[in-house]
């Protein structure tokens, strides 16, 4: 099946199914000179299969891990698309997870002041959120994402049958931001979730079809695409912390937790464990606040959170700083730390 995203200055394809790897040249302009970025991670057989499908391709592998979305890896890239003579009528492609979608974007939105993107999602997460939306960037100075552009690809193309590599933690984190999409957009998502009845492939299409129609309304961030922030503010403060012990799925997953009701709690905590996803933070919370008062949603003195009181819904709350550190010092998810 095929989606399509409206963009400020065109519109893109997102082709969802099985098998469809080995036919990215049909997806994808590939006719031409492809700067494919991947991760050590990566099977070899998918980066074979992509790098067939290219006229001429230039295979750049960079180090698996969020710690390395950094400025020295972003100048790697920058090298070898050099070297490789890259023009604007060439592209970008990144076959993998998050951090090599969100680098690779991020190239291509830069590189000679922005070249067509392609992305190849690898992982579930990726599949469900990274892949889609045209944020890109990099960490810095410890802190997530701060460096990058809203850059949208050209192409997305999402194969399920890549997901028989991944370990269960990684599918974990994947089902964590599917469903942070069913919590505030899609009751009838959750429900399935929550009883189990829904297919993986099912999962992934409707998380998209979610993230597709917010983004097509809201290209930027200007205000509904806020909801898609719902977990991230505490999540990427844990992950920043933890300096990527933890994974930004299992991050973000914690990070839902005080963002909903205590009634949506009692739905929500069961779900998580069940996926093997953290509900406590066993660290000192005084941490994570201090790097919270720097997250990129702050506005002054106060800072917006996405709040769920019932699924499917969702609110946008402005809270003083000062407030919202003390009620997110008392929240669940710290409880053990503050014991130990």
């Known amino acids: 099946m095929n989606l399509t995203v409206k963009r400020s200055d065109a519109s893109y394809e997102i082709a969802i199914g099985k098998g469809l790897l080995a036919k990215a040249g049909k997806h994808f302009d590939l006719d031409r000179k492809v700067l494919v970025v991947t991760d050590d991670g990566i099977p070899r057989l998918y980066v074979q299969a992509i790098l067939a499908e290219c006229k001429e391709p230039t295979l750049v592998t960079i180090p698996k891990g969020d710690k390395n979305k950094t400025l020295a890896t972003y100048e790697t890239i920058l090298k070898v698309a050099l ?39 690898t992982t579930l997460l990726a599949m ?19 460096v990058g552009a809203f850059y949208q690809p050209s192409g997305v193309l999402i194969d399920p049958e890549l997901l028989a590599t991944l370990d269960r933690r990684q599918l974990a984190c994947g089902y964590a931001e599917i469903l942070k999409m069913a919590l505030t957009l899609d009751a009838d998502l959750f429900y399935r979730m929550e009883d189990g009845s829904a297919p993986m492939e099912e999962l992934i299409r409707r998380a998209v079809e979610l993230k597709a129609s917010v983004v097509g309304s809201d290209e930027r961030e200007g205000n509904l695409r806020r909801v898609l922030n719902f977990g991230h503010t505490v999540g990427h403060a844990i992950e920043s912390t933890l300096r990527g012990a933890w994974l930004h799925g299992e991050c973000v997953a914690l990070g839902m937790i005080p963002m909903c009701s205590e009634k949506l709690q009692k739905r929500v905590l069961p779900l998580l464990t069940q996926h093997g996803l953290p509900v406590r933070y066993e660290g000192d919370p005084a941490s994570v606040i201090e790097t919270i008062v720097r997250d990129k949603k702050r506005q002054g003195d106060a800072i917006t959170v996405v709040f769920v009181n019932e699924p499917g819904s969702y609110e946008l709350k402005k809270i003083p700083l000062a407030l919202f550190k003390k009620e997110i010092a008392k929240a669940p998810i710290f409880e053990q730390g503050e014991r130990t």
């Not at 944020?135 to 701060?146: D, I, S, V, W």
């Open 83 to 121: 070297a490789a003579d890259l023009t604007r009528s060439d592209a970008v492609l990144a076959l993998g997870g998050g951090m090599v979608c969100d680098l690779a974007g991020f190239v291509a939105a830069t590189y000679l002041r922005g070249i067509d993107f392609y992305s190849v999602p």
């Open 128 to 146: 469900a959120d990274a892949s889609v939306g045209g944020k890109t960037g990099l960490n810095f100075e410890g802190y997530k994402n701060q």
